[in-house]
């Protein structure tokens, strides 16, 4: 009987110890995978899809503004606006025309700007395609309501904008009119009293709203636009371009230099299709960069590179 009751103590005594450890086990397992350890390795297959893409450069123009609908501070304050919205696109550096000493820009019969004026500005700056802002019409309808002693006042505003960008072929890439209307209701101030609505500030907000709505229009129109620059100087064995950094090139890209190709036209209609390819003269490594938006690079093949030879991603 005692030998007996010696042998179930044991028995007892090792399956309490077995199940014991199984719980420990358990809940050591349990800590281990509330608190992974993640281990992550990139893999880049192809570095310009990490390192961004390259960007059109689109040079935004003065507003045209004949009916003065805009003062001179809200006009830069849109703008700054719009080409901040811009350059939120992964595709497209936007920029004032001043940053280039354009302010003046001639204007044509019709009300816009001459095309050839704003083609020259662009062929000389190797910029993409230029856009103009046209505030063409501001109409405000107020509406008095004939009973009572607190008469408030309903406003109407319809503002007009036309957008047009053109590329250096003078090819317009987008020519549009956006009409927006915004109705108010209030107690009558100084600038309805004055009737032109001028002075409130619905008007500039209403105006940034409409150029707004053009946004997707303006990056889907650059898409049909080629990438490319120029070499700028070649000062020994360095090739200083003028594109760089802010229009997404990368350290180790590699570019293609070509002639400048000539430019073709229709012979029937006269119209501008486009540049021939030029010879190809060989290829160029980006090493660093400089200034605002410059590169420098060295000779990877080929050579007889000149100053204005078009360069584009190999």
Known sequence: MNLNSN??????????????????SC?????RTSQPVKMIKDVPLNPRMDQGQVKKRLMILPFNDSKNVLSADMSRAIKRSLINELNRSPDIVAFDSKDLGIENVKASPQGNYDL???VKSLKQYTVHSALEVEVKDLKVKRTVPTKGIMKSITSEYECAVVVRIVNQGGRELLNHMKVVTYKDSGLPTEDMIKGDGSGNPIVPTLVKDTLFEFVPQITKSMETLV???????LQGERVFINVGKVSGLNVGDLLRVTEDGEEIFDTETGGFIGKSPGRLKGTLEVVSFFGQDGAIAVTHSGGGFRENDRVELY
């Open 7 to 24: 042998k179930i103590k044991s028995i007892l005594c090792v399956g309490l110890l077995t199940v014991s450890s199984v719980v420990v």
């Open 27 to 31: 809940q050591n397992l349990e800590k």
């Open 116 to 118: 050839k004026d704003v």
């Open 227 to 233: 990438w490319e620059g120029r070499i700028a100087s």
